[in-house]
């Protein structure tokens, strides 16, 4: 937008675009008219009036209308994934809150009556499960040790399940990463939870980018050991396990130091939801997909528009 332009755009495909972006995030992602007038440089009062215009422009009824080229379904049949959601535009990218509120929106759409459900440890899965009703017909567990952050302080490590009303609940009492993580997972309360990840129905997972900047894992191992996994083909991270380009996990010193349910338990899940964003995760979550661990796939814009870039590249040779 140039200093001449007027703001709200007149011209009709700018206008367009500008009401789908308000619309979508107000009325789908929750947004408030406030907090969309501070994002898109507007008053709340024209945001207010934009809302209105995209209602009686028949813009939005039931769903949002967006254009053709935004289709998620397209891309997630390119992907490989059954379904695709993305959360935010490429104006405005989605805030956690709002993956959030995606992924417990999600969850809700495919967990039935006595199903299992499992929930892996991220900031924003930690977001998803405050968003999610009572489950008073479903077992969950969590499904991987939890990390504390600077966000956290000097405050214990947060407790994924503490607050998720359930006919019952397994967390899972250890950190993520830890110093000889095969003997901690032997106790009682450890082995038990991850035991009962072998019956999950559905799981919902983080996928991250094995990167200093990217994995909270990378920084609780030694640099070393982070750097071998690197050597040796580490894209991704799911529940701390690493995979390459191929989605096989790594048999690496990383794999040692992890408390969580094992890429296979993962893998045997009826249904795996996963949440991404940034668009240097996009390898990551490709990996993903081809090791099986993604059948839905929540992200924001960024993430989705570089997924397109790689998928009109050559896979990594020795792709299926």
Same mark, same amino acid.
């Given at each position: 937008?140039?200093?001449?332009?007027?703001?709200?755009?007149?011209?009709?495909?700018?206008?367009?675009?500008?009401?789908?972006?308000?619309?979508?995030?107000?009325?789908?992602?929750?947004?408030?008219?406030?907090?969309?007038?501070?994002?898109?440089?507007?008053?709340?009062?024209?945001?207010?009036?934009?809302?209105?215009?995209?209602?009686?422009?028949?813009? !939005?009824? &039931? /769903?949002?209308? +967006?254009?053709?080229?935004? =289709?998620?379904?397209?891309?997630?049949? *390119? #992907? $490989?994934?059954?379904?695709?959601?993305?959360?935010?535009t490429s104006q405005w990218n989605a805030e956690r809150d709002a993956l959030a509120r995606a992924v417990?929106?999600?969850?809700?759409?495919?967990?039935?009556?006595?199903?299992?459900?499992?929930?892996?440890?991220?900031?924003?899965?930690?977001?998803?499960?405050?968003?999610?009703?009572?489950?008073?017909?479903?077992?969950?567990?969590q499904l991987a040790g939890a990390l504390s952050t600077e966000e956290d302080g000097e405050r214990e490590?947060?407790?994924?399940?503490?607050?998720?009303?359930?006919?019952?609940?397994?967390?899972?009492?250890?950190?993520?990463?830890?110093?000889?993580?095969?003997?901690?997972?032997?106790? !009682?309360? &450890? /082995?038990?939870? +991850?035991?009962?990840?072998? =019956?999950?129905?559905?799981?919902?997972? *983080? #996928? $991250?980018?094995?990167?200093?900047?990217s994995s909270t894992v990378w920084s609780r191992v030694s640099e070393d050991a982070a750097r071998a996994?690197?050597?040796?083909?580490?894209?991704?991270?799911?529940?701390?396990?690493?995979?390459?380009?191929?989605?096989?996990?790594?048999?690496?010193?990383?794999?040692?130091?992890?408390?969580?349910?094992?890429?296979?338990?993962?893998?045997?899940?009826?249904?795996?939801?996963?949440?991404?964003?940034?668009?240097?995760?996009?390898?990551?979550?490709?990996?993903?997909?081809?090791?099986?661990?993604?059948?839905?796939?929540?992200?924001?814009?960024?993430?989705?528009?570089?997924?397109?870039?790689?998928?009109?590249?050559?896979?990594?040779?020795?792709?299926?």
């Amino acid at each position: 937008m140039t200093t001449s332009s007027p703001w709200p755009p007149t011209d009709p495909e700018q206008r367009h675009r500008l009401l789908a972006d308000l619309a979508r995030a107000h009325f789908v992602e929750g947004v408030s008219k406030v907090a969309l007038g501070k994002k898109s440089n507007l008053s709340r009062f024209q945001v207010a009036a934009l809302l209105q215009e995209a209602q009686d422009t028949g813009m !939005v009824r &039931i /769903e949002i209308a +967006l254009p053709p080229e935004d =289709s998620d379904a397209t891309l997630a049949r *390119a #992907v $490989g994934v059954q379904r695709l959601v993305t959360v935010g535009t490429s104006q405005w990218n989605a805030e956690r809150d709002a993956l959030a509120r995606a992924v417990a929106r999600d969850i809700m759409q495919v967990l039935r009556n006595e199903d299992v459900l499992g929930i892996s440890w991220s900031r924003t899965l930690q977001l998803a499960v405050q968003h999610l009703p009572a489950l008073p017909h479903n077992d969950v567990i969590q499904l991987a040790g939890a990390l504390s952050t600077e966000e956290d302080g000097e405050r214990e490590a947060p407790r994924l399940l503490a607050n998720l009303h359930s006919r019952t609940a397994w967390p899972l009492w250890a950190p993520l990463v830890v110093e000889q993580a095969e003997s901690l997972k032997k106790s !009682v309360e &450890i /082995e038990v939870t +991850l035991r009962r990840a072998s =019956s999950l129905d559905v799981a919902v997972l *983080a #996928v $991250g980018r094995w990167a200093p900047d990217s994995s909270t894992v990378w920084s609780r191992v030694s640099e070393d050991a982070a750097r071998a996994a690197q050597r040796a083909g580490a894209v991704a991270e799911i529940s701390g396990h690493l995979l390459d380009a191929h989605g096989r996990e790594l048999d690496t010193p990383v794999a040692g130091m992890i408390v969580a349910a094992g890429v296979e338990q993962l893998r045997a899940a009826r249904r795996k939801i996963a949440v991404a964003s940034g668009a240097d995760r996009a390898p990551a979550v490709l990996a993903a997909v081809r090791g099986g661990l993604v059948d839905h796939l929540v992200c924001d814009a960024e993430l989705r528009d570089e997924l397109r870039v790689l998928l009109d590249q050559p896979a990594p040779p020795g792709t299926p």
